[in-house]
């Protein structure tokens, strides 16, 4: 298809989505994804750009070009453009944001002002707002004669004189009410309204909890100056969701399943460094039994259950701990709760492996080692239980999140305590 | 404040937001809880109870009886009312359904009838539809003059007399035009009509591709029959981004820090189970080189490290691959090319990690265990990455969810590969 037939293939993406052009470019090689880009220069729908993973954004923005660029920048709602340049260099940024119109480089550089991952970057700039004694046939007249209304919009602001958000109408509210009902004796009076300056993962939550279509966000002096829309949300939801099971497994902040070779090196190395630590640290403490596996070599080959066992046990209940902290269901009030019942948990399990496969141990090799493996295995289990929520509940209480780190204290844990358990119990009692 | 002061704490109730008390009833111990539901029992808000998780929802639903169950129901939309009851064993759901109106029986069993997790059981059944030769003052009229027509929509859908979607028109769109324009002409006519038997996940991946605020659901024949909003799509996107974590971590498919004791050791034990069989397959293999590490115990020193890397850098690639191929982001088109990419993270990690350990282990122990541990680890990282690809590919294929059992299969390969090449090799360069 893309080989020769230059007109055949721009009709046919013409035709696309800008989300599915986007799948399209992601999926091509580099070679295809620049030629396909190249044929559609002159028409390049800018909509596209924000539906780009990272790394093929990039590869996108840098061929088209910073003159392309700015054009897109000022096409695009203010929130699409500030997700578009908020990544990039300071000088890339800096040289973009004089190519743009003043109106729109001004409200890119306002939205710039607030911090990453906050409600300040996740707003779009345009929005409905009217004052409190206006009927709903004033407003309808306004939607209907005003030119350059945003194109998607679910409800209306209520502002008081000030421009300070004191209630919502939902459309299909405002739809449903004859033209002569004021928009005060309609409107929702408990407007959530966000700070800007409130983190992305807390503007989830929110709009999760109360099933929102949309917020006001308010500046410093509760005034309205944005609006985040669920369409930004779903997005974050999904980023939030799936950022802690990326950083449990060691592969950095963000899923990109396009990165390049280089980056992706770079990311896991860290973590693989940090688990060496651990190995070499479990390697010391095995090393402090050398004299008894020497005698007794059945214990380095049972010594791997007893560690893999507690670590998955450990992860099982760390996996709970680190998503009910993100949701907030993890609380001072319940944790002693949930932390007596890990424990339970633990010690049942610890004693349902650790009869069985002390059992077959004592089997096959001897009775003595069987009651050791059992020891081990039920110290360990109940470790792992105490240990999966007492850390990431630590490192929370520190403003650490739980989701980067905890994951490799739990496996020294429990690494430690098996090895330490399995191998100086056999010594205690062996030797 | 909950105890004694009756009157008070009800009104303190009184004034929230449904989801804040669902919240609140699930930080309360169960006492608490028990006592809180019976202060409110006559005035219970049923819009409370689709907001409870799994194990508190179910006690409160006993606690409240059938009776006031049933009542709740069909005050609630369609699609909270299902989501209720779909859970509940098949007696009781019986005496349920019997219990409620005739009108809510019958739309209750229409929708139980689809298959679980799909369209048909998100949807919510009542909907707006008009004719596309209808104007747009005509159909404000008909919103303000029907009664009985649903709390919250974002867009009105177009139907063919046969009821078939042709079109939708968001309201922001019906409120910027006149009176006198058709629905005709305003319309969106590529509706991406969801047939009602589409899985839930890929529900959500439309929804999160291209923004939809609400989408209809049809039956068989094309018909209109329900719509789905952003609101339920959001819980879907949470709940499969955080099934993938809790199936790889052996959490069964949902996290919820409320379960029970019972039912969390059930939960967890299967997976143990199966860890346990794969720490026996490496138990097994350690026990074909007894003789090796009898003569040399460094080995059973080191021999951890090559396994831990191993594992945790094939846990990297496999969650990766995992998201990808949830998202649709991992297709036979780019496979071969991450693959490699994959392959050649591996090379470089292991030489990095290989030279740096096998360096050491030169020094502390001798060099012919620093070359053997170099190559052991070198091999196992590579293997990692392979394997982290090609186990979730394979179980793809075989339309096996991978998030539920690529991990096992992982860390059997390079527990198995790590162990067998450091000791094999071991054995035959140093004995």
Same mark, same amino acid.
């Given at each position: 298809l893309d080989e020769g037939d230059a007109p055949t293939a721009r009709m046919l993406v013409a035709e696309l989505h800008a989300a599915d052009i986007a799948d399209l470019l992601?999926?091509?090689?580099?070679?295809?994804?620049?030629?396909?880009?190249?044929?559609?220069?002159?028409g390049f729908d800018p909509e596209i750009l924000p539906h780009l993973g990272g790394n093929v954004r990039d590869q996108v923005i840098a061929q088209l070009g910073p003159r392309a660029l700015a054009e897109a920048l000022s096409e695009l709602d203010s929130d699409d453009a500030i997700y578009l340049i908020e990544d990039l260099d300071d000088d890339i940024q800096a040289a973009l944001l004089a190519a743009v119109p003043p109106a729109t480089r001004r409200a890119l550089e306002e939205s710039l002002a607030y911090p990453e991952y906050s409600a300040g970057r996740l707003m779009q700039r345009d929005l409905i707002a009217m004052p409190a004694f206006w009927?709903?046939?004033?407003?309808?007249?306004?939607?209907?004669e005003t030119p350059d209304l945003p194109e998607e919009f679910?409800?209306?602001?209520?502002?008081?004189?000030?421009?300070? @958000?004191?209630?919502?109408?939902?459309?299909?509210?405002?739809?449903?009410? @004859?033209?002569?009902?004021?928009?005060?004796?309609?409107?929702?009076?408990?407007?959530?309204?966000?700070?800007?300056?409130?983190?992305?993962?807390?503007?989830?939550?929110?709009?999760?909890?109360?099933?929102?279509?949309?917020?006001?966000?308010?500046?410093?002096?509760?005034?309205?100056?944005?609006?985040?829309?669920?369409?930004?949300?779903?997005?974050?939801?999904?980023?939030?969701?799936?950022?802690?099971?990326?950083?449990?497994?060691?592969?950095?902040?963000e899923v990109d399943v396009n990165a390049g070779l280089v980056s992706v090196v770079r990311q896991r190395i860290a973590w693989l460094g940090v688990n060496l630590g651990t190995a070499l640290m479990v390697s010391s403490?095995?090393?402090?039994?050398?004299?008894?596996?020497?005698?007794?070599?059945?214990?380095?080959?049972?010594? @791997?259950?007893?560690?893999?066992?507690?670590?998955?046990?450990?992860?099982?209940?760390?996996?709970?701990?680190?998503?009910?902290?993100?949701?907030?269901?993890?609380?001072?009030?319940?944790?002693?709760?949930?932390?007596?019942?890990?424990?339970?948990?633990?010690t049942i399990n610890g004693l349902v492996f650790g009869i069985a496969v002390g059992a077959v141990a004592a089997v096959i090799f001897d009775p003595f080692i069987g009651g050791v493996l059992f020891c081990a295995l039920l110290a360990n289990l109940v470790t792992a239980g105490l240990a999966g929520m007492l850390i990431p509940l630590a490192l929370d209480r520190l403003k650490v999140d739980p989701a980067v780190s905890a994951g490799v204290f739990l496996t020294a844990v429990t690494d430690v305590v098996g090895f330490f358990a399995f191998l100086g119990l056999a010594q205690l009692v062996l030797l």
């Open positions: 992601e999926r091509l090689s580099g070679e295809e994804r620049r030629a396909l880009v190249e044929l559609q220069r002159d009927t709903v046939g004033r407003a309808i007249d306004f939607l209907r679910y409800e209306i602001f209520v502002v008081d004189p000030r421009h300070k @958000p004191i209630g919502s109408v939902p459309l299909a509210r405002m739809l449903r009410h @004859p033209r002569k009902v004021l928009l005060r004796d309609i409107m929702d009076r408990d407007v959530d309204a966000i700070a800007a300056a409130t983190d992305q993962e807390e503007v989830a939550r929110l709009f999760r909890h109360y099933s929102l279509a949309s917020a006001p966000v308010v500046d410093d002096q509760g005034r309205l100056i944005g609006v985040i829309t669920f369409d930004d949300v779903v997005d974050v939801i999904q980023e939030e969701a799936e950022e802690d099971m990326a950083l449990m497994a060691g592969v950095g902040s403490v095995i090393s402090l039994f050398e004299a008894t596996i020497e005698q007794i070599v059945a214990l380095a080959v049972l010594m @791997p259950i007893v560690a893999s066992m507690g670590g998955n046990a450990g992860t099982q209940t760390l996996t709970v701990a680190v998503r009910a902290l993100a949701l907030k269901e993890l609380t001072p009030s319940n944790a002693m709760r949930i932390l007596t019942r890990e424990v339970g948990v633990g």
